[in-house]
């Protein structure tokens, strides 16, 4: 047998597949899960070289995870490996994929809440502009609704750039620039000017910079008072990847701006 094994106790080959994933710009999160899966599959066979893994070790693989794990999970484990072997066929390191000969394991999709367009209407008229509070809740859910921005990177807003209406976010994706539609920078710019807010953070409560559970809160009350079944921050991501499609944004616009990654 061919070891791949270098002297620090990684294999070359899955180092140069860390590599490959880096160069297609994956995260190291989604890198990370993908090594995992293929040294599952390694220990799993007790095999140290994963050219000498067969469509035999495959399959008592994933008979074996099935047995541990949800559909869902086996079959997020079957994309990384396939990936992994289509890059070991592209690098001439084998010449047949293991993984081809096992069908994905199928797995239901549970629908996901979202807000509908006439509830984030509802949402918008709840906040009243004679209030400061108010104020700000339109501009929190306008700026929600047009971007679909985590609650983490909402709360990890400074100023935008009036100009040309980007704003830094960080969060998941790591720090990005997100596009602000015309009504979401109008809304922010009422918002600090009668908040006097002058420089970031730009999201603030009573007792200064608004937290993830702070807005969570801030939306149960938004919630309870216009009659709309509270679907948490994260269904308004949902409903502005929706609008955008509505819009007639192609698919990898939305992923751009949505800090989503398509791989």
């Known amino acids: 047998m061919n070891t791949a094994f270098g002297p620090v106790g990684e294999s070359p080959l899955i180092r140069s597949f860390r590599l490959s994933l880096l160069a297609d710009g994956l995260k190291p999160h989604t890198i990370g899960n993908y090594l995992r899966e293929v040294g599952r599959l390694l220990s799993h066979s007790e095999i140290s070289d ?143 000017r009668r908040w006097a807010i002058h420089d970031a953070p730009l999201w603030r409560g009573k007792k200064g910079a608004l937290t993830g559970s702070g807005v969570l809160q801030l939306m149960r009350r938004l919630c309870s008072r216009s009659g709309v079944p509270d679907k948490g921050v994260h269904a308004f991501r949902r409903a502005a990847a929706a609008h955008m499609q509505r819009l007639g944004m192609n698919d990898s616009d939305i992923l751009e701006v949505m800090g989503w990654n398509n791989v």
């Not at 495959?58 to 997020?76: C, D, M, N, P, Y």
């Not at 104020?135 to 700026?143: C, F, H, P, S, Y």
């Not at 909402?154 to 602000?180: I, Q, Y």
């Open 50 to 192: 994963p050219r000498d893994v067969t469509a035999d070790d495959t399959r008592q693989f994933i008979g074996w995870l099935q047995t541990q794990r949800s559909a869902k999970t086996v079959h997020e484990s079957q994309l990384a490996l396939r990936r992994f072997y289509s890059f070991l066929i592209r690098e001439g390191e084998i010449d047949a994929d293991p993984t081809r000969t096992e069908k994905l394991v199928r797995f239901r999709i549970t629908p996901q809440p979202t807000y509908s367009l006439s509830e984030v209407k509802a949402l918008l008229k709840s906040c009243s502009l004679d209030t400061p509070n108010g104020v700000r809740d339109k501009a929190l859910v306008t700026v929600l609704f047009d971007t679909g921005v985590r609650a983490g990177e909402l709360v990890s807003m400074g100023m935008p750039d009036w100009d040309d209406r980007p704003v830094w976010v960080d969060g998941k994706s790591g720090p990005r620039s997100v596009p602000l539609g015309v009504r979401s920078i109008e809304a922010i710019d009422r918002y600090v």
